[in-house]
């Protein structure tokens, strides 16, 4: 699969729709709007997967990629929080702030 820099929301979300496909992922993906402010709020560039509670608590940070880049270890933290909803990393308090929360697009995989 090639991916193009998108230009627009919806070439973003064909994109994303399209990988989510291929990978079989089955669960919601958000998506940053074309300002990029949550890729900016979580230093994502140029991968990094972070988990958000229910609350809107930042419960795994994740490291920067690729040397930081853990898939096994963001499941092994996804496993946790699913059977422990509570139970969080010592992220310092962080918050999703109000920012990053309105600058993501949710995705439903089909």
């Known amino acids: 699969m090639i ?12 994109q994303a729709l399209e990988s989510a496909s291929r990978l079989g992922l089955e669960m ?3 998506i940053d709007e074309m300002d990029n402010a949550a890729s900016a709020a ?3 560039w140029p991968e990094r997967l972070v988990l958000v509670d229910d609350d809107g608590s930042l419960a795994y940070p994740g490291r920067p ?7 096994e270890e963001a499941r092994e933290r996804l496993v946790v ?13 962080s918050r999703v702030r109000s920012g990053p929360r309105r600058a993501r697009s949710e995705l439903r995989s089909r």
Do not use: D, I, K, V
């Not at 991916?3 to 064909?14: F, N, P, S």
């Not at 990629?65 to 898939?71: A, D, V």
């Open 3 to 14: 991916l193009t820099q998108q230009t627009t929301l919806e070439e973003r979300r064909g």
């Open 28 to 30: 919601p993906l958000l």
């Open 81 to 93: 929080l699913l059977a422990h909803p509570h139970a969080r990393e010592s992220c310092s308090g």
């Open 65 to 71: 990629g690729p040397s930081g880049f853990s898939p």
């Open 42 to 44: 979580f230093a994502a």
